[in-house]
């Protein structure tokens, strides 16, 4: 006799934990109901990003490379679940991959980005790169796993916290991810996937005020709507390549800070 | 001021019922704020004012091993009448002079506006047994030197015994009796601007009357800096005590431009209060040509040669 | 003693020291009665005018060109001319030349030039000549370096021109906006077209007298003059590649709004309402100094200025004697009289504002102090002001006046110290004084801010990249980091 296997009830990832939509909507994609994120859902999502950003961004450089690390261990541990969600295996080894690489620079950002200023006058003047904030990242369509890890890495590597809106074709692969997420030692709430209807969620999230940077790579037509919303707080806005493996898309969700001091006895 | 931090001893047997905050100072935000005072343009009327000043505000000095008689009577004419050709150009504050020739300085200004100021205390290292320092300082006051210029013990000082330094200052202070008390920090010697406040102070708190840079006998002394961080302390002491001390930049100031830099910088730090010889004073051996030179050219309107100016 | 000797008795001291007036000679400026709009290097008759003025006497200077779309169309078009016809074959080290040819003109004709910024923008001669010019010069010395090493800028990247940039400056700092725009942009290889403020376009116009000077090829830079109207132009056209903006927030967001869904590049340099955090052990006099120069630079007219004091509460009544004294010793008045520290407030409108915000800092409940000075009849004029006993929710500690005003508030902890500091939707600068070593670097790190001087205020260097956090803008001026926005690096 057959044994009925359990199903996955898919859920949103805020704050480290796996709720249901507040709405309590759910659509359905690649044959399974996901829940449907409301405007609702991107602001907790967002304060919960806010609350442990302190906390990420305050790690050492090593620390953050190690995390990262983790993460790629854990999903190379489910390769084959993941390989069921996105276009395959390949998928899936370059996304681990590709964290791995990121892991990699966490730190050696502050060192190729950042500088020692000659200034001519007494006084000691540097540049380090620090992470820009909360960042909103609207995912690619496709490919579902390795676009979003693409676009969230740099993100994450940097130092932000992420609040994120997965593919809405194929959002498994996003949702499979925060499992993986969840058992890594991310910190709760440094990611936050949202699933759901992009044209509703991401005007939230491309308005929202405590948000400081907008990657609409995945944003479609959308883009210049959402790009006009987030001029209301200077947001950075990031058309990123879905694709892209370097540390210029880790820089565009850094800041720089530039200090001095004089030198005198 | 609130916040007195720990004082280190010697620092804690104040004349004075409360002391400034110590505090540090910062060395570069200090010079820029000097440099800038410098660069202040004084034109006309205001410059006649600032050279007129200058020399009312002269301690027109001679400390040379050669040093004889003749010399200082020859000093002490330039110091009571500095410009034979303008009888407006006032006398200078006084002239300073070894030991030695106290005698014969007070004798040659004797009715006259010139003070006799004595440099004592084993001028210029200090290093001598606080006896003989006291008998000096005893001696040129007998001898009637209004102003006693003392050295402090920088060997003392720079080994953290402040309380041998602050003893010594207030000892000499009382053995000067009416006479003023110059203490001179020997500021080449101090190393930093944190230190020259810390004597400043330490001077000040031991009963200093005018706290004064340098002997005059080592390079780097008076700059317009370090004479701004002494005026910052002497300013903190008297919004702390309302008691106004006197300063007296010395070396190394040879131009009449200088000489006003100075005074500008006194004026902006202190206000016009300390505009006055009482108050302030210009320790120099060659500078006052230089002033006569530039207050003449100012009336006349022509550029001059040192040669209608007598040498002393 | 002789006779003679005898009589010269002393004369009582003169107490009051006046500084005689030291003006800079004006003379060494010569203006035109009126100014066109410098396109593909000739000088374009301008259809509309207005006059300019001196803020300082209201005097009517010149009349320059209020530029229509039609003569922002034509500076467009001469400098996309320029960039596809020349300019981006123009070698790179033969780009740097120009580049170093501007810089050494802009040193020698440097007097000329301070003067003509403080007749129009009411700056102090002091800054202008000790500042303004002499930064000015060394951006364009400095970038000049870049032009042909901007491979070593980007490893691994192709560095190339973006194209043609828009570029809008603000009246601030007139020339030194320019240089800060214009020399990394062509440095990369782009061609520009600039528009100096409204208020201030004397010393742009002047500039263009510089680039005649240095022989560069005509349509590399272009100028027109106007209002809000003109940078509205050179936002739209389809001719510019990339914008840049240094001005206010709200034209800021209106900008960004404006470009969304173009793809054109976009840098922002905005407002800002820094703090300048003063802890107890901090060299108090030159922390004075600091805060002095933090706000009064300039009248305040400085996107980076301290105008919120913060100080421990523990020194906070000698800080504030001490601050209030020093103020008594500003000189305001005359801009080219070389001995004054506080010049004229840009134009009527700003002072409007100041005005505005400084009656609201009263109502509020804040405690205003302002040194006895005698300010001209003639002319746009603020004294130095400081308000005490300041809420961190009044607007005068939350808006931006951009004027030579002080809101000092209190703190007692380092904690509570940056939790105030970033407790503003700005993010362009900071200041902390403080003699311990480790809390500096402790606060550095956690003040959200582009720049953070530490035991220093309002420090300005071409290699030292300037730019904001949060709604103070995005993107660096200066050093390496203000390359990027003038390249394409894909």
């Not at chain 3, 070593?152 to 809008?168: C, E, S």
């Amino acid at each position: 006799m057959t044994r009925l296997p359990v199903k996955k009830t898919y859920k949103l990832f805020i704050g480290g934990a796996f709720p249901r939509s507040e709405s309590g909507r759910t659509y359905e994609a690649e044959g399974q109901n996901v829940a449907r994120a409301s405007r609702k859902d991107v602001r907790d999502a967002v304060r919960a990003a806010r609350g442990t950003l302190p906390k990420w961004a305050g790690m050492t450089a090593y620390n953050r490379g190690q995390i990262l690390y983790r993460v790629a261990e854990m999903i190379e541990a489910r390769t084959a679940e993941f390989a069921g969600l996105c276009t395959g295996r390949p998928e899936v080894e370059r996304a681990v991959d590709r964290i791995v690489w990121y892991a990699g620079w966490a730190d050696k950002l502050a060192q190729v980005l950042g500088s020692s200023n000659p200034v001519a006058g007494p006084y000691f003047n540097f540049t380090v790169p620090e992470p820009t904030g909360v960042v909103g990242v609207i995912a690619p369509d496709e490919p579902p796993l390795l676009g979003l890890v693409s676009r969230v890495l740099p993100a994450l590597t940097g130092g932000n916290a992420v609040v994120a809106l997965a593919s809405e074709t194929h959002p498994l692969a996003a949702i499979e991810l925060a499992e993986a997420l969840a058992t890594s030692d991310v910190p709760g709430g440094v990611v936050n996937l949202l699933t759901g209807r992009r044209a509703e969620l991401a005007p939230w999230l491309a308005s929202h005020m405590d948000v400081n940077a907008l990657d609409v790579t995945g944003a479609d037509g959308d883009s210049p709507e959402l790009e006009r919303a987030a001029a209301d707080n200077v947001k950075r806005v990031v058309h990123g390549d879905p694709d892209a493996q370097s540390p210029w898309e880790i820089a565009s969700f850094l800041e720089l800070k530039t200090v001095w001091h004089p030198v005198g006895q | 001021m609130a916040q007195a931090p720990v004082l280190p001893r010697g620092f804690e047997l104040p004349l004075e019922p409360r002391l400034p905050r110590i505090g540090s100072v910062d060395a570069v935000a200090l010079e820029e704020r000097a440099a800038s005072l410098a660069k202040r343009s004084i034109k006309r009327e205001a410059k006649v004012f600032a050279l007129d000043l200058a020399v009312r505000m002269m301690d027109l000095t001679t400390l040379e091993g050669q040093d004889t008689p003749g010399k200082v009577a020859a000093l002490a004419s330039k110091a009571i009448r500095p410009d034979p050709g303008d009888p407006s150009v006032p006398s200078v504050a006084a002239i300073c002079v070894y030991p030695n020739l106290v005698p014969t300085a007070v004798q040659r200004v004797e009715g006259s506006s010139v003070k006799v100021a004595s440099v004592a205390t084993a001028f210029p290292s200090g290093q001598s047994p606080l006896e003989a320092k006291l008998d000096e300082v005893r001696w040129v006051v007998e001898h009637g030197a209004d102003e006693v210029d003392m050295v402090i013990d920088r060997g003392a000082f720079l080994s953290g015994r402040y309380a041998k330094v602050y003893d010594e200052i207030v000892q000499v202070k009382e053995t000067s009796g009416d006479a003023h008390l110059k203490v001179i920090l020997e500021v080449a010697e101090l190393g930093t601007y944190d230190n020259v406040r810390r004597a400043s102070l330490l001077a000040m708190a031991a009963g200093a009357d005018f706290i004064k840079t340098s002997t005059g006998k080592l390079p780097g002394a008076a700059t317009l800096p370090v004479t701004l961080c002494m005026l910052e302390a002497i300013r903190d002491v008297h919004e702390e005590t309302g008691r106004m001390v006197g300063m007296k930049p010395a070396g190394g100031i040879r131009q009449a431009k200088q000489a006003v830099q100075y005074l500008v910088q006194l004026h902006e730090t202190l206000g016009p209060g300390w505009l006055t010889p009482d108050l302030y004073r210009l320790g120099a051996s060659s500078l006052l040509n230089d002033v006569l030179m530039q207050l003449r050219k100012e009336k006349t309107g022509t550029y001059q040669s040192p040669d209608y100016f007598t040498v002393d | 003693m002789t006779e003679l000797e005898r009589k010269q008795d002393r004369a009582p001291v003169p107490s009051e020291w006046t500084y005689a007036s030291a003006p800079e000679a004006r003379d060494l400026v010569t203006l035109q009665d009126r100014y066109g709009h410098y396109v593909g290097g000739e000088w374009l008759e301008a259809r509309e005018t207005y006059t300019t003025i001196s803020p300082a006497t209201e005097e009517p200077l010149a009349e320059v060109g209020q530029a229509t779309p039609e003569e922002v169309q034509a500076a467009v078009d001469a400098a996309r001319e320029a960039y596809a016809n020349g300019w981006s074959d123009v070698s790179p080290s033969e780009r740097a030349k120009y580049l170093f040819r501007i810089a050494r003109i802009l040193q020698e004709r440097s007097r000329e030039f301070a003067v003509l910024e403080s007749l129009n923008g009411g700056k102090p001669i002091k800054e202008s000549r000790d500042v303004d010019l002499p930064l000015s010069a060394a951006h364009f010395f400095y970038y000049a370096g870049w032009a042909d090493k901007l491979e070593y800028a980007f490893p691994n990247r192709k560095p190339r021109p973006i194209g043609v940039a828009g570029q809008i400056i603000p009246w601030n700092f007139p020339l030194l906006m320019l240089a800060w725009k214009i020399a990394p942009a062509l440095a990369a290889g782009n061609t520009v077209v600039l528009k100096p403020a409204e208020t201030t376009p004397l010393s742009a116009l002047l500039f263009c007298d510089v680039l005649r000077q240095a022989e560069l090829p005509p349509g590399v830079v272009n100028i027109v003059t106007g209002d809000g109207r003109t940078g509205a132009e050179i936002v739209k056209s389809d001719g510019v590649d990339k914008v840049a903006f240094t001005g206010s927030t709200d034209v800021g967001k209106a900008i960004q709004r404006e470009l969304a869904g173009t793809g054109k590049k976009l840098t922002l340099e905005l407002g800002g309402k820094a703090a300048n955090i003063i802890f107890d052990d901090a060299a108090l006099d030159q922390a004075v100094e600091g805060i002095i120069n933090g706000i009064y630079f300039n009248q305040g007219h400085v996107c980076c200025a301290g105008s919120r004091l913060l100080v421990q509460e523990s020194i906070y009544e000698p800080v504030v004697e001490k601050l209030k004294r020093r103020l008594t010793t500003l000189r305001v008045g005359d801009p080219l009289d070389k001995n004054t520290g506080v010049g004229a407030i840009n134009s009527k409108q700003q002072l409007d504002k100041i005005q505005e915000l400084v009656a609201s800092g009263a109502e509020e409940g804040a405690e205003i102090y302002q040194p006895p000075c005698r300010l001209p009849e003639q002319g746009y004029w603020f004294a130095p002001t400081v308000f005490t006993n300041v809420a961190q929710s009044y607007r005068i500690a939350q808006e931006e006046i951009f004027g030579p005003v002080l809101s000092i508030l209190t703190f007692r902890t380092p904690d509570e110290a940056v939790e105030k500091a970033n407790n503003t939707p700005y993010g362009l600068s900071a200041g902390v004084w403080t003699e311990k070593g480790s809390r500096i670097l402790w606060m550095a790190e956690r003040l959200r801010a582009g720049v953070v001087w530490a035991n220093t205020y309002n420090r300005f260097d071409p290699s030292s990249p300037f730019g904001g956090y949060k709604e103070s803008g995005f993107g660096r001026e200066g050093g390496r980091h203000g390359l990027e926005p003038y390249l394409d690096l894909t």
